[in-house]
């Protein structure tokens, strides 16, 4: 009967331990890919544009529920796609890549998908 070399043997599970640990942070363990978002920019150009609107009262909180249902699934959904984690602007110092044209152009599609409810809807 043969005996393989115990030099071999560790060698082995070395290097497949290794591997499993490189495996394991980058898909689990990997620090997420920080990005910036104006959002106070974007809220005041929505308020200036709704000032522009002929609204009765319920109707102007209907648009603000939707437009603040849209951001944060607008926000939460390109975080997932893209694995990354979002920060106001305010919070970053520098060097971090700014998304706010991409999820403001996604953030208008969302709401012209969806009409105004009627006045008298709740």
């Known amino acids: 009967m043969k005996t393989s070399n115990p030099i071999v043997i560790v060698l082995i599970s070395v290097l497949l331990s290794l591997a499993c640990a490189w495996t394991a942070w980058f898909w689990l363990l990997?620090?997420?890919v920080l990005v910036t978002f104006d959002m106070k920019g974007t809220v005041n150009a929505f308020i200036r544009q709704s000032a522009k609107l002929e609204l009765n009262d319920t109707r102007r909180r209907q648009l603000l529920r939707r437009f603040d249902h849209n951001m944060t699934?607008?926000?939460r959904e390109?975080?997932?796609?893209?694995?990354v984690s979002i920060l106001v602007s305010a919070a970053a110092v520098s060097g971090v890549p700014d998304v706010t044209p991409d999820i403001r152009a996604r953030l208008a599609t969302a709401m012209q998908g969806q009409d105004?409810?009627?006045?008298d809807a709740q």
């Open 73 to 75: 699934a607008v926000t």
């Open 78 to 83: 390109y975080a997932q796609q893209h694995h």
């Open 116 to 119: 105004l409810p009627a006045a």
């Open 30 to 32: 990997r620090p997420p």
